[in-house]
Structures are given as structure tokens and as C-alpha cells.
């Protein structure tokens, strides 16, 4: 975090001297615990009291010479320690003609960085100082440029104070980099590449991948790294065990160490049962239910350890950890579906409700057309039109409407993932253990606001001479048809998983929110009003993001291990992407509109009118959206209260623009990009990026374990195919005589489920120091009484909002989707939370 002046530095001329005392981090490798000879340096630099330079720079030019004044300088000295803080300090003498203080300098003298907490100031004639810097401080021996925070007050470029205008541009250069050389860990340097280190193909010609990003394969860029090029592939990044992200972005000491802390015990320490025989056969299912019951109630013995690789390097801390009891069994925590209602996941009834109240609720979309089409080319894909029959549907309806009637009163709504999906049904039938269909799930909403489904059509383009394969299964009363029914929603609640994961979550929020980080960083000061305002929503994203890189969407990683696309993962969300993503169908009530949805309606609430009205995530979601969006016009309105002053920020459309040219490159010549010419303009902006990275991220990922922690409820991969598609005599005899053997086959093996089990317990997780969306007043707004004043309406607004989603989810009468016998409320969009897995909460930014 930028440093601030949390009271005003306004000072006045001002004369004596003013105390400063400095709070320093100890730190897991930084200054204070390092070991060897730069620590003894350091002590010897602490005991003669060198330890930091801390300068004040004046806001204004000399008004005589025109020059910058003098910057004052002093030494801070240690004083002492208090638990994991450690105090210097230092002493100034203030001449009569300094006035404002508009920027402090900060030199480290140790021979390594350290995390300075802030630096309070008293003898000013105003009262202290408090500057909030919460940042590393690099050491002068690795970069003699000092760190620069600036006081609290924002400015717009035209605005800035004559004396900080240089400090104001050179800090932008520094951040913007020059585009050459590796990354070191110490930089704080933000500029763009493609996803290019992705794979690792000189270790392995299978572990190969394709440049994500360009032409090929569009997509939103990341933070360029620097590593050099793989021997074998000159396109590709060679990987390592270390992935540079600015110095600034990395997690704070107690979420790193939380997360850390969660992803030993969760990940590595929580494997599959009997570990020696899935690592031996990768392939092996759950042999019954009870197998997969006892994950929670019994738990399992901890396997052998891995002496190499990933697994290997952190397994022995979680040895430890678990060996200090003796214990030797671990177990996975009751998701909250399941410990509500242990036979829901079989329901039709909640296969409906979740798509409208669960982990991915913004993929439902309204069928308006019928019968259903593809718009993929059918001389290679096979015909266009759905195998979903208007008699089909009349079946099911029974004589409650025609077909016709059902379209018109918009009672028939879809799940999708025909069009996206075929494409890669062939390639993927190609990878072991795997199989895709294209799917279509049709749904009935009922008198009671619920939805039914109706039928599944699953299809498989021509290959290898064969025609193509398509069919429809439906809900029946037969025991086939129940299995097949059964079988069929395992492979689209598959389809649903992959997507959610690749496209609802990844795509959306980590991977669409990286540019606008890195173009904040780049083209708008810390001084800027702007970054200040996004500065929460976009903080520890890149971090995390590095870390998937590293660990989740790499090649053979755990998306690819465990999700159906397998090692075409990126490249389908590389499709979604080019296809299906729009800025500005990122702002909620756009997107329901796209999706038929919602209809405009200025008398209604939100001003729309929902298709469905007991949809949780969008009757939700529209209270967070609007309180969002109230938030950000009070504060766009008070900086920029005429148009021009948007248009002439210099920084501002630079900002906008590498946005859409440079970090969406990929998407620059597209139509529906905003213009950024008005305050009503850049409201919209503001609000989707921020929407974004807070409401929709929590909507998709805080319930993740508590909807797939019990993984037949959404499993993440279909191993085997349909029954029915040309089936030999072996298989046709399995399912008909142990269907649910065949079923469980089909499902996940034992190492795929409960690694991805482990890891959605870590997504799932909140951090002990989460930052909430409105609950803590930034530093550098609290002593301006309007932004103040709006942000205490803004909090206010979302205190109700947590009041309002409790009286809904506590009417089971009315609204059916979120309330009910054994049903887990809706709560995802609850603005405030309590640390851990608790399916509730929105972050200020998507931080994990």
C-alpha cells in the first residue's frame, strides 16, 4: 500500500523540531531476521544509528528561486522492540519557510529490504502525522533510488503542487520499468506479457503448451516476468520455483502466513485415502459410497511420504504438524450442504436451485429461440438444431402450457455448453482417463418460482467416420432411465465445474482483473483520486494469480490433473474469452439482460425487473451493485464535477487506454468498449472493476467447498462416456447389473477428488486479515469530511444489506431457492464475514 497522511500535513510554516517514530515488520526472511554477515552489518548500523534516511520534501517550489526547496533529512535511530515491531527513531528541524509537507523519502541503510508499518510524526503545529506505508523498503545496496509516499491529499495531474510534480512523474517511470531484463524479487516494476510459461517442455515434450495471448489464442495479458526462454520452444517462458510479482502486490505477513499455513495442512496434508495406491494407479474410483462418506466421518491413515517433487518439499512440514499429537488420521470438515442435508445432491430439485443459488449461478440464460440452435459450422460439427423436440418438452409440461406459451411467458431456460465445448470433444476423447460431450440442460420454472429440469442433451461431434452422436435424457420412473438421468448430470454438472472454474472464476476475476492493476500502477500516481479508489479492490490479486500460474493452471497442474478439458484447459478459457467476454457485460445488470434475465424496468427496484424473481445471486447481487455504484458516484462527482476535467486527465485516459490497446490487446478494435469522456462514464468503469473483483469473485468462489466439497454434487471431471454411445458388451453388462459402480467409475478417482477437495477448502477460506468491501475507511480519505461522509453512507448501506439477505433467507414461504428444509441459505453476497470457511463475505479484492 502507498504511504498517506492519515492527519493532515497542511502545517502551515512551521518551526522547532518534530519527533518521528518509525514502525518496522519483523519479517520471515526480511531485515529483522536474517542471518550472517549483512545481519551484523545491520546491527552495527542500528547500534550508530543509521538504520534509515528519512527526508521531507515540500509540496511547493521556492517562490523566489523557482527551485525545489531543500528536502530536510535525519537519521532514525532504534529504540526499541515491542512483540513483532520494532520502533526507531529520528529527529527534525523544521525552518519557518518549509510550509506543506507534500511527499517523504525514504532510504534504507540495512543490506536487506524491511516492511516499515508507518512513521508517525509529532511537533507539528497541526498535530502528528501518521503515514500508513505497510510497504517494503528495498536496500540502498540493492537500488540507491529512495521510496517515495505521498501525503494524503489526492490531485489530478493539472493539480498537482509545483514541488511534487517531478516526484509525481519519476515515480511513474520507475513502476512502468524499460521492458528489458528478469524481474528481481526487490522490484516493483508492472508491465505486461502473454501467458507464456505456462508449460515446462524441457522437462518433458508432453508438458509443452501454446502461447496463451496473440492472435491464436486472445487473451488478457499478465505481469511480465522476465525469465528467460526454454530451450526447446523460443515462445516460452522457462519456469521457476520463484514468480516475480511487484514487490508491493505480495500478501501481508499474517494472510501469507495464513494462507501458507492453510495450504500445508488443506493441500498436502489432507491427500487421498491410502495414498501409495493413487499414486500408483491414478485411475483408481471410490469403490462405494461409503469410501467417499468416510473422507468426513473416519477420515484415513496419513500415506507414506513423497521423497520428491512438489509433494515431497512440503509433506514433511505437515508431518510435523500433525505428529506433535501423535495423531495419524486426517479428515475433511462436513460441507455445509451435505452436513444439511446429506441426500440433496441426488434432488433434481436442487440440481435446479443451483444454478440459480449456487457456486456458478451466471450461466442460466433464457431460451429465446426454438428450437435450440448451434451457431458452430454443421459440416463439422453435425447438425445445428438441439435433439431437445417441442414433443419432448410437451411431455414434460404436461398440460400445464404449450411450448409456445412457455417461450412467450418465459418459463424454459437453458445451461449452455454446447457451442463452447465441442469444439474440444475430440481432442479431449483423445487424453486418458477424460471424456467431453457438448451439453444442453433444459429447465421449467415452476408456479413456485423453482426450476425443474426437463431434459439433457449431451452430443459428440462426427469423428473418424462415425457420424455424429447425439441424445437426450430425461427425468423418468424406469430404473435405466433413472441411471441414465443420474450419469447424464454427472457429465453436466462436470461441464458446469470446468466452466466455473476456467471462465466464471478464473477468467473473470483473477485473470480479467490483472490489466487493470498493472495500468493503475503504470499510468495513475499514488496521489491520483483514482488509485486511491481502486487501490483496495486491486490489492494481492497478482499474487495470486502468480501462484495459480505456478500450481493450479500450469501444465499438468491440478486443473488439468482434475477437470475434465485436461490439458486443453487454457485454451478453452482462451475460447470463452475471444467468444463470449465484453467489458461491459461484466456489470451485473448488463449481464442479466444479456442473459434474459432481467428486462429494464424504471419502476421496479435496481430499475430492472428480474425474469425469475427469487434469483439470489442477481436479487443480491443488484443491492451490492447499486451500493457499489452510490459509492463511487459520490466519489467521482466530487473530483471530477465537470466533464472536462475527466477528458483533460492526462493520466486518466492513458489509463483507459492501455486498458482496452495494451492489457486487453487482444480485444482493442471491439465496438463495445465504453468511452471515457464524461463522470456517468467513468462511474460505469469504476463500478464493473470493482464489482468484479469484489462482488462477483466472492459469488463464484467463497461457497466452492461448501457446493463441491461433497464432489458428487459437482464433480469435476466425467472419466467414462455415456452407456448408450456405442457401447461394447462388457460395459453395457456393467451398468445394467452395478450402475452404481459405473456411476462411481464415471466420478472422479480418489487422487483427483480429494486434492481438488483440499484445494477448494483453501479457496474457500477466509484470511484472518481479510479487508471486507466497505467496512474500513481508508487512511487517506479520513480527514477530508465528504469522502468521508460518503463512505460512512456507503458502509451504512451495506450493514443494511446484511440485514436485508438475512430476512430473505429466512423466508421459506416465499423464496424457495435460498430457504427451505435442509437448504443452505444464500449468503454468499453478505458483505462481512468471520475468518475461515464460512460461505459468506465479499472482499474488498479478489486475494485468493
Known sequence: MKAVLTTTARTGKTTGTVKAVITVLQTVGGALTHLGLS??????????????VVELVAAELDPKSGQEKTTITSYAHKIGKYGSETYYETIFEIPKDFDEVGAIAIENEHHKEMFVKNIVFDGFSNGSIDVACNSWIHSKFDNTEKRVFFANKSYLPSQTPSGLKRYREKELKTLRGDGQGERKTSDRIYDYD???????????????????GGAEHPYPRRCRTGRPRTKKDPLSESRSSIVYVPRDEAFSEVKQMTFSAKTVYSVLHALVPSLKTSIIDRDLGFPHFTAIDNLFDQGFLLPDIPTTGFLGNIIPRLVRFMSDKGRSVVRFETPELIYRDKFAWIRDAEFGRQTLAGVNPCCIKLVTEWPMKSKLDPKVYGPSESAITTELVKQEIGGFTTVEEALKQKKLFVLDYHDVLLPYVNKVRELKGTTLYGSRTLFFLTPKGTLRPLAIELTRPPVDGKSEWKQVFQPCWDPTGIWLWRLAKA????????????VSHWLRTHCCTEPYIIATNRQLSAMHPIYRLLHPHLRYTMEINALARQFLINANGIIESAFSPGKYSMELSSAAYDQLWQFDLEALPVDLISRGMAVEDPNAPHGLKLTIEDYPYASDGLLLWDAIKQWVTDYVSYYYPEANLIQSDTELQAWWTEIRTVGHGDKKD??????????????????????VASGHHAAVNFGQFDFGGYFPNRPTIARTQMPTEDPNDEEKKQFLERPEEFLLKCFPSQIQATVVMAVLDVLSNHSPDEEYIGEQIQPYWVDDKVITAAFERFNGRLKEIEGIIDGRNADATNLMNRAGAGVVPYELLKPFSEAGVTGKGVPNSTSI
Open 39 to 52: 545481519r551484523g552489518l545491520d546491527d552495527i548500523a542500528d547500534v550508530l544509528g543509521k538504520t534509515l
Open 194 to 212: 502473454v501467458y507464456n510459461d505456462l508449460g515446462d517442455p524441457d522437462s518433458d515434450d508432453d508438458l509443452a503448451r501454446p502461447v496463451i
Open 491 to 502: 457429465h453436466v454438472l462436470a461441464h458446469d465445474s470446468g466452466y466455473h472454474e476456467l
Open 670 to 691: 471491439e465496438p463495445w468498449w465504453p468511452e471515457l469522456k464524461t463522470p456517468d462514464d467513468l462511474i460505469g468503469i469504476l463500478t464493473t472493476i470493482i464489482w
